[in-house]
């Protein structure tokens, strides 16, 4: 089992900054892809960013530019760091890691952003 946890979700106004975190626990051997997902009220779930156990990253267009993936292994943790902060970047942003044929998710952190 892998075991995610985000943090760093909150209130900003448009423009401003924020980074979040995902702390991943349990057996984390072997975990290959991560990434970032986010969704808003009435959407599905998207993919935000991913990284690679290599460190490749890819990023939705809608992000391209404005966010970065990172991913410290030895401290079990995963960031998002995200500029330029838009309103319909508000949504709920989950973690989430793939380990062989299973993915495992975070409860999500809530980001919101004010025009």
């Known amino acids: 089992q892998v075991r995610l946890v985000e943090s760093g979700g909150g209130l900003v106004q448009a423009g401003e900054s924020l980074r979040l975190s995902c702390t991943y626990s349990?057996?984390?051997?072997?975990?290959?892809?991560m990434g970032w997902y986010r969704q808003a009220p009435g959407n599905q779930r998207e993919l935000v960013a991913s990284i690679s156990s290599g460190g490749t990253t890819n990023y939705a267009n809608a992000v391209k530019g404005r966010f970065a993936i990172s991913r410290d292994n030895a401290k079990r943790v995963m960031y998002l760091q995200m500029n330029s902060l838009k309103p319909e970047d508000t949504a709920v942003y989950f973690c989430?890691?793939?380990?062989?044929?299973?993915?495992?998710w975070g409860q999500g952190t809530q980001v919101t952003v004010s025009s």
């Open positions: 989430n890691a793939v380990k062989y044929a299973w993915n495992y």
């Open positions: 349990g057996s984390t051997s072997s975990i290959n892809a």
